[in-house]
Protein backbone atom coordinates (compact mmCIF):
# COMPACT_ATOMS: atom_id res chain seq x y z
CA UNK A 1 0.00 0.00 0.00
CA UNK A 2 2.56 2.20 0.99
CA UNK A 3 4.70 1.33 -1.91
CA UNK A 4 2.39 2.36 -4.63
CA UNK A 5 1.73 5.85 -3.32
CA UNK A 6 5.41 6.29 -2.75
CA UNK A 7 7.40 7.78 -6.15
CA UNK A 8 10.83 6.96 -4.92
CA UNK A 9 10.18 3.03 -3.73
CA UNK A 10 7.52 2.12 -6.44
CA UNK A 11 7.66 -1.01 -8.09
CA UNK A 12 11.34 -2.22 -6.41
CA UNK A 13 9.32 -4.70 -3.93
CA UNK A 14 8.58 -7.03 -7.22
CA UNK A 15 12.38 -7.13 -7.80
CA UNK A 16 13.12 -9.12 -4.79
CA UNK A 17 10.25 -11.64 -4.85
CA UNK A 18 9.84 -11.85 -8.45
CA UNK A 19 9.33 -15.87 -9.25
CA UNK A 20 9.51 -14.19 -13.07
CA UNK A 21 12.49 -15.54 -14.81
CA UNK A 22 12.47 -14.49 -18.71
CA UNK A 23 15.77 -15.32 -20.65
CA UNK A 24 17.46 -12.77 -22.06
CA UNK A 25 18.35 -13.67 -25.26
CA UNK A 26 14.70 -15.06 -26.11
CA UNK A 27 13.37 -11.50 -25.19
CA UNK A 28 15.69 -9.33 -26.34
CA UNK A 29 14.60 -11.26 -29.30
CA UNK A 30 11.15 -10.71 -28.86
CA UNK A 31 11.02 -6.60 -28.65
CA UNK A 32 13.76 -6.53 -31.09
CA UNK A 33 11.46 -8.25 -33.83
CA UNK A 34 8.48 -6.90 -32.56
CA UNK A 35 10.07 -3.61 -32.81
CA UNK A 36 11.67 -3.77 -36.37
CA UNK A 37 8.25 -5.24 -38.19
CA UNK A 38 6.15 -2.40 -36.24
CA UNK A 39 8.16 0.39 -37.66
CA UNK A 40 8.34 -1.49 -40.71
CA UNK A 41 4.83 -2.17 -41.73
CA UNK A 42 3.74 0.88 -39.95
CA UNK A 43 6.43 3.54 -42.12
CA UNK A 44 4.91 1.74 -45.77
CA UNK A 45 1.66 2.32 -44.76
CA UNK A 46 2.34 5.79 -44.23
CA UNK A 47 4.35 5.99 -47.10
CA UNK A 48 1.36 4.31 -48.86
CA UNK A 49 -1.35 6.98 -47.31
CA UNK A 50 0.76 9.54 -48.38
CA UNK A 51 0.75 8.75 -51.95
CA UNK A 52 -3.02 7.73 -51.76
CA UNK A 53 -3.89 11.16 -50.22
CA UNK A 54 -2.00 13.06 -53.04
CA UNK A 55 -4.10 10.64 -55.58
CA UNK A 56 -7.49 10.98 -54.33
CA UNK A 57 -8.69 14.26 -53.05
CA UNK A 58 -12.81 13.51 -52.67
CA UNK A 59 -14.31 14.22 -49.34
CA UNK A 60 -15.44 10.71 -49.27
CA UNK A 61 -11.86 9.54 -48.68
CA UNK A 62 -10.36 12.90 -46.91
CA UNK A 63 -11.90 11.45 -43.49
CA UNK A 64 -11.04 7.90 -44.09
CA UNK A 65 -6.99 8.63 -45.13
CA UNK A 66 -6.74 11.01 -41.91
CA UNK A 67 -8.29 8.58 -39.40
CA UNK A 68 -5.81 6.36 -40.76
CA UNK A 69 -3.01 8.08 -41.22
CA UNK A 70 -3.65 8.99 -37.02
CA UNK A 71 -3.89 5.25 -36.40
CA UNK A 72 -0.61 4.66 -38.21
CA UNK A 73 1.24 7.21 -36.72
CA UNK A 74 0.32 6.33 -33.22
CA UNK A 75 1.09 2.47 -33.69
CA UNK A 76 4.47 3.47 -35.01
CA UNK A 77 5.62 5.95 -32.40
CA UNK A 78 3.89 3.44 -29.93
CA UNK A 79 6.71 0.81 -31.59
CA UNK A 80 9.50 3.18 -31.34
CA UNK A 81 9.00 4.45 -27.73
CA UNK A 82 7.91 1.77 -25.88
CA UNK A 83 10.44 -0.87 -27.86
CA UNK A 84 13.42 1.50 -27.62
CA UNK A 85 12.43 1.91 -23.66
CA UNK A 86 11.82 -2.44 -23.41
CA UNK A 87 15.44 -2.76 -25.67
CA UNK A 88 17.20 -0.24 -22.83
CA UNK A 89 15.94 -2.28 -20.31
CA UNK A 90 17.15 -5.54 -21.42
CA UNK A 91 20.69 -3.99 -21.85
CA UNK A 92 20.77 -2.81 -18.38
CA UNK A 93 20.17 -6.40 -17.49
CA UNK A 94 16.88 -5.37 -16.08
CA UNK A 95 18.70 -3.55 -13.37
CA UNK A 96 15.66 -0.98 -12.20
CA UNK A 97 16.92 0.11 -8.85
CA UNK A 98 20.04 1.42 -11.23
CA UNK A 99 18.39 3.54 -13.47
CA UNK A 100 15.42 4.80 -12.19
CA UNK A 101 15.80 5.90 -8.47
CA UNK A 102 13.12 8.75 -8.96
CA UNK A 103 10.95 6.31 -10.67
CA UNK A 104 10.81 8.24 -13.69
CA UNK A 105 11.09 6.04 -16.23
CA UNK A 106 8.86 3.53 -14.68
CA UNK A 107 6.20 6.26 -15.32
CA UNK A 108 6.95 7.31 -18.88
CA UNK A 109 6.90 3.64 -19.59
CA UNK A 110 3.78 3.00 -17.80
CA UNK A 111 1.88 6.24 -19.56
CA UNK A 112 3.27 5.05 -22.93
CA UNK A 113 1.90 1.57 -22.70
CA UNK A 114 -1.43 2.89 -21.50
CA UNK A 115 -1.63 5.34 -24.17
CA UNK A 116 -0.25 3.67 -27.04
CA UNK A 117 -2.38 0.41 -26.03
CA UNK A 118 -6.29 3.04 -25.59
CA UNK A 119 -5.78 5.10 -28.42
CA UNK A 120 -5.44 2.62 -31.62
CA UNK A 121 -8.39 1.17 -29.88
CA UNK A 122 -9.88 4.23 -29.76
CA UNK A 123 -9.00 4.89 -33.40
CA UNK A 124 -10.34 1.62 -34.48
CA UNK A 125 -13.54 2.13 -33.21
CA UNK A 126 -14.23 5.88 -34.30
CA UNK A 127 -12.58 4.64 -38.08
CA UNK A 128 -15.42 1.92 -37.83
CA UNK A 129 -18.21 4.39 -36.70
CA UNK A 130 -16.79 6.48 -40.24
CA UNK A 131 -17.35 3.85 -42.01
CA UNK A 132 -20.74 3.04 -41.19
CA UNK A 133 -21.56 6.75 -41.75
CA UNK A 134 -20.14 6.86 -44.83
CA UNK A 135 -22.09 3.93 -46.12
CA UNK A 136 -25.75 4.15 -44.41
CA UNK A 137 -26.10 7.86 -44.32
CA UNK A 138 -23.69 8.59 -48.18
CA UNK A 139 -25.20 12.07 -48.08
CA UNK A 140 -24.63 13.17 -44.14
CA UNK A 141 -21.30 11.79 -44.78
CA UNK A 142 -20.52 13.79 -47.76
CA UNK A 143 -22.00 17.23 -46.31
CA UNK A 144 -21.22 16.67 -42.16
CA UNK A 145 -18.46 14.68 -42.32
CA UNK A 146 -15.58 17.09 -42.89
CA UNK A 147 -11.45 16.84 -42.26
CA UNK A 148 -11.85 19.77 -39.86
CA UNK A 149 -14.39 17.22 -38.03
CA UNK A 150 -12.06 14.45 -38.32
CA UNK A 151 -9.38 16.18 -37.15
CA UNK A 152 -11.29 17.44 -34.20
CA UNK A 153 -12.33 13.96 -33.68
CA UNK A 154 -8.24 12.80 -33.67
CA UNK A 155 -7.50 15.33 -31.63
CA UNK A 156 -10.15 14.64 -28.54
CA UNK A 157 -9.23 10.57 -29.14
CA UNK A 158 -5.90 11.37 -27.95
CA UNK A 159 -6.55 13.86 -25.56
CA UNK A 160 -9.02 11.25 -23.60
CA UNK A 161 -6.24 8.53 -24.21
CA UNK A 162 -3.81 10.47 -22.81
CA UNK A 163 -6.13 11.80 -19.67
CA UNK A 164 -7.04 7.78 -18.81
CA UNK A 165 -2.42 7.39 -18.84
CA UNK A 166 -2.57 10.45 -16.67
CA UNK A 167 -4.69 9.85 -14.65
CA UNK A 168 -2.59 7.00 -11.30
CA UNK A 169 0.43 10.13 -11.91
CA UNK A 170 -2.28 12.90 -10.98
CA UNK A 171 -3.71 10.45 -8.09
CA UNK A 172 0.08 10.70 -6.92
CA UNK A 173 -0.45 6.86 -7.57
CA UNK A 174 3.24 5.48 -9.33
CA UNK A 175 3.35 3.26 -11.93
CA UNK A 176 4.35 -0.45 -10.95
CA UNK A 177 7.32 -2.40 -12.49
CA UNK A 178 6.12 -5.70 -13.12
CA UNK A 179 7.36 -9.43 -12.13
CA UNK A 180 9.12 -10.12 -15.36
CA UNK A 181 11.01 -6.81 -14.58
CA UNK A 182 10.89 -6.02 -18.01
CA UNK A 183 8.08 -3.14 -18.48
CA UNK A 184 5.82 -0.92 -16.55
CA UNK A 185 1.51 -1.46 -15.80
CA UNK A 186 -0.97 -0.76 -13.15
CA UNK A 187 -0.22 -2.94 -10.16
CA UNK A 188 -0.86 -6.78 -10.98
CA UNK A 189 0.21 -8.28 -8.23
CA UNK A 190 -1.41 -8.78 -5.00
CA UNK A 191 -3.95 -6.07 -5.49
CA UNK A 192 -5.92 -5.29 -2.81
CA UNK A 193 -6.95 -1.26 -3.04
CA UNK A 194 -9.91 -0.08 -4.87
CA UNK A 195 -8.09 2.35 -6.52
CA UNK A 196 -5.47 -0.02 -8.13
CA UNK A 197 -8.74 -2.38 -9.01
CA UNK A 198 -10.41 0.65 -10.36
CA UNK A 199 -7.68 1.11 -13.28
CA UNK A 200 -7.05 -2.28 -14.26
CA UNK A 201 -10.85 -2.35 -14.57
CA UNK A 202 -11.02 0.75 -16.30
CA UNK A 203 -8.49 0.49 -18.90
CA UNK A 204 -10.35 -3.42 -19.62
CA UNK A 205 -13.48 -1.83 -20.17
CA UNK A 206 -12.74 0.90 -22.06
CA UNK A 207 -10.76 -1.43 -24.37
CA UNK A 208 -13.51 -3.77 -24.57
CA UNK A 209 -15.91 -0.85 -25.13
CA UNK A 210 -13.90 0.22 -28.67
CA UNK A 211 -14.00 -3.49 -29.53
CA UNK A 212 -17.73 -3.72 -29.18
CA UNK A 213 -18.32 -0.24 -30.78
CA UNK A 214 -16.19 -1.38 -33.53
CA UNK A 215 -17.62 -4.79 -34.05
CA UNK A 216 -20.98 -3.55 -34.26
CA UNK A 217 -20.65 -0.99 -36.53
CA UNK A 218 -18.55 -3.63 -38.90
CA UNK A 219 -21.57 -5.41 -38.37
CA UNK A 220 -24.09 -2.89 -39.45
CA UNK A 221 -21.63 -1.80 -42.34
CA UNK A 222 -21.62 -5.32 -43.62
CA UNK A 223 -25.05 -6.45 -43.78
CA UNK A 224 -26.10 -2.94 -44.93
CA UNK A 225 -23.42 -3.66 -47.99
CA UNK A 226 -24.61 -7.26 -48.47
CA UNK A 227 -28.51 -6.08 -48.75
CA UNK A 228 -27.71 -2.99 -51.23
CA UNK A 229 -25.61 -6.43 -53.29
CA UNK A 230 -28.51 -8.12 -53.26
CA UNK A 231 -31.09 -5.72 -54.12
CA UNK A 232 -29.28 -4.15 -56.83
CA UNK A 233 -28.71 -7.18 -58.48
CA UNK A 234 -25.59 -5.62 -60.39
CA UNK A 235 -21.82 -7.15 -60.99
CA UNK A 236 -20.62 -3.64 -60.90
CA UNK A 237 -20.61 -3.52 -56.86
CA UNK A 238 -19.49 -6.80 -56.44
CA UNK A 239 -15.54 -6.01 -56.57
CA UNK A 240 -16.19 -2.72 -53.84
CA UNK A 241 -18.34 -5.26 -51.51
CA UNK A 242 -16.00 -8.41 -51.53
CA UNK A 243 -12.94 -5.91 -50.39
CA UNK A 244 -15.23 -4.52 -48.11
CA UNK A 245 -16.92 -7.45 -46.06
CA UNK A 246 -13.19 -8.80 -46.25
CA UNK A 247 -11.58 -5.84 -44.89
CA UNK A 248 -14.33 -5.65 -42.17
CA UNK A 249 -13.77 -9.28 -41.10
CA UNK A 250 -10.06 -8.97 -40.99
CA UNK A 251 -10.44 -5.91 -38.70
CA UNK A 252 -12.79 -7.39 -36.38
CA UNK A 253 -10.93 -10.88 -36.15
CA UNK A 254 -7.22 -9.18 -35.86
CA UNK A 255 -8.50 -6.74 -32.78
CA UNK A 256 -10.10 -9.13 -30.97
CA UNK A 257 -7.83 -12.57 -30.88
CA UNK A 258 -4.85 -9.92 -30.32
CA UNK A 259 -6.34 -7.78 -27.67
CA UNK A 260 -9.20 -9.94 -25.60
CA UNK A 261 -6.22 -11.97 -24.16
CA UNK A 262 -4.48 -9.29 -22.27
CA UNK A 263 -7.80 -7.64 -21.64
CA UNK A 264 -9.54 -10.65 -20.09
CA UNK A 265 -6.30 -10.67 -18.22
CA UNK A 266 -6.06 -7.17 -16.80
CA UNK A 267 -10.02 -7.67 -16.03
CA UNK A 268 -9.49 -10.71 -13.77
CA UNK A 269 -7.10 -9.95 -12.05
CA UNK A 270 -8.99 -6.30 -11.36
CA UNK A 271 -11.97 -8.45 -10.38
CA UNK A 272 -9.99 -10.91 -7.68
CA UNK A 273 -9.92 -9.23 -4.77
CA UNK A 274 -7.09 -9.98 -2.50
CA UNK A 275 -4.76 -11.26 -4.67
CA UNK A 276 -4.61 -13.00 -8.54
CA UNK A 277 -3.84 -16.37 -10.10
CA UNK A 278 -2.28 -15.01 -13.41
CA UNK A 279 1.00 -15.80 -13.53
CA UNK A 280 3.89 -13.43 -15.04
CA UNK A 281 4.24 -16.01 -18.58
CA UNK A 282 0.60 -15.60 -18.95
CA UNK A 283 0.47 -11.73 -18.84
CA UNK A 284 3.74 -11.51 -20.52
CA UNK A 285 2.01 -14.00 -23.60
CA UNK A 286 -0.89 -11.66 -23.62
CA UNK A 287 1.13 -8.40 -23.83
CA UNK A 288 2.80 -9.53 -27.09
CA UNK A 289 -0.70 -10.93 -28.16
CA UNK A 290 -1.57 -7.40 -28.20
CA UNK A 291 1.59 -5.81 -29.23
CA UNK A 292 1.03 -7.73 -32.50
CA UNK A 293 -2.32 -5.64 -33.29
CA UNK A 294 -0.19 -2.59 -33.70
CA UNK A 295 1.90 -4.63 -36.32
CA UNK A 296 -0.76 -6.13 -38.21
CA UNK A 297 -2.89 -2.49 -38.14
CA UNK A 298 -1.17 -1.02 -41.53
CA UNK A 299 -1.92 -4.49 -43.09
CA UNK A 300 -5.39 -4.64 -42.85
CA UNK A 301 -6.15 -1.34 -43.02
CA UNK A 302 -4.39 -0.30 -45.79
CA UNK A 303 -2.58 -2.54 -47.53
CA UNK A 304 -5.28 -5.03 -47.78
CA UNK A 305 -6.83 -3.14 -50.61
CA UNK A 306 -8.06 -3.92 -53.79
CA UNK A 307 -5.33 -4.48 -55.78
CA UNK A 308 -3.68 -6.79 -53.32
CA UNK A 309 -7.52 -8.53 -52.99
CA UNK A 310 -7.60 -8.69 -57.20
CA UNK A 311 -4.09 -10.37 -57.54
CA UNK A 312 -5.05 -13.23 -54.73
CA UNK A 313 -7.91 -13.67 -56.98
CA UNK A 314 -6.33 -13.71 -60.42
CA UNK A 315 -4.12 -16.63 -58.32
CA UNK A 316 -7.62 -18.35 -56.58
CA UNK A 317 -9.24 -18.27 -59.91
CA UNK A 318 -6.16 -19.80 -61.89
CA UNK A 319 -6.10 -22.37 -59.72
CA UNK A 320 -9.25 -23.47 -59.19
CA UNK A 321 -10.53 -22.91 -62.70
CA UNK A 322 -13.30 -20.59 -61.31
CA UNK A 323 -14.65 -17.49 -62.97
CA UNK A 324 -17.30 -15.28 -60.89
CA UNK A 325 -16.24 -11.68 -61.08
CA UNK A 326 -15.26 -9.40 -64.44
CA UNK A 327 -11.75 -8.57 -62.97
CA UNK A 328 -12.38 -5.33 -65.24
CA UNK A 329 -14.90 -4.65 -62.18
CA UNK A 330 -12.15 -3.71 -60.30
CA UNK A 331 -11.21 -0.80 -62.05
CA UNK A 332 -14.24 1.08 -60.53
CA UNK A 333 -13.76 3.47 -57.35
CA UNK A 334 -14.84 1.94 -54.52
CA UNK A 335 -15.83 4.77 -51.95
CA UNK A 336 -17.93 6.38 -54.95
CA UNK A 337 -19.30 3.46 -56.50
CA UNK A 338 -20.43 2.65 -52.64
CA UNK A 339 -21.81 5.62 -52.01
CA UNK A 340 -23.83 5.79 -55.31
CA UNK A 341 -25.40 2.74 -54.73
CA UNK A 342 -26.67 3.31 -50.88
CA UNK A 343 -27.79 6.69 -51.77
CA UNK A 344 -29.68 5.57 -54.83
CA UNK A 345 -31.67 2.53 -52.86
CA UNK A 346 -32.02 5.40 -50.22
CA UNK A 347 -34.11 7.76 -52.62
CA UNK A 348 -37.59 8.15 -52.13
CA UNK A 349 -39.07 9.32 -55.19
CA UNK A 350 -37.18 7.43 -58.07
CA UNK A 351 -37.45 4.40 -59.21
CA UNK A 352 -35.00 1.44 -59.08
CA UNK A 353 -35.15 0.41 -62.81
CA UNK A 354 -34.00 4.29 -63.69
CA UNK A 355 -31.22 5.10 -61.15
CA UNK A 356 -29.55 1.36 -61.51
CA UNK A 357 -29.78 1.55 -65.03
CA UNK A 358 -27.04 4.50 -64.94
CA UNK A 359 -24.78 3.12 -62.56
CA UNK A 360 -24.90 0.13 -65.00
CA UNK A 361 -24.42 2.24 -68.04
CA UNK A 362 -21.31 3.62 -65.89
CA UNK A 363 -19.32 0.10 -64.89
CA UNK A 364 -19.12 -0.64 -68.59
Not at 225 to 244: C, D, I, P
Not at 253 to 277: D, H, Q, Y
Not at 355 to 363: D, E, F, R, V, Y
Request: charged share 15%; aromatic share 10%; hydrophobic share 50%.
Amino acid sequence: MNSSKSPGLAGFGVLKNSTCHTEKKISVFFSIIFMTAGILSNSLAIVILMKAYQRFRQKSKASFLLLASGLVVTDLFGHLINGAIAVFVYASDKDWIRFNQSNILCSVFGICMVFFGLCPLFLGSVMAVERCIGVTKPIFHSTKMTSRHVKMMLTMVCLFAVLIALLPILRFRAYQIQASRTWCFYKTEHVEDWEDRFYLLLFSCLGFLALAISFLCNAVTGITLLRVKFKSQQRQGRSHHFEMIIQLLAIMCVSCICWSPFLVTMARIGINEGGSKETCETILFALRMATWNQILDPWVYILLRKAVLKNLYKITSGCCGVHVINLHMWELSSIKNSLKVAAISESPGSSKQINLQPLSSMGQ
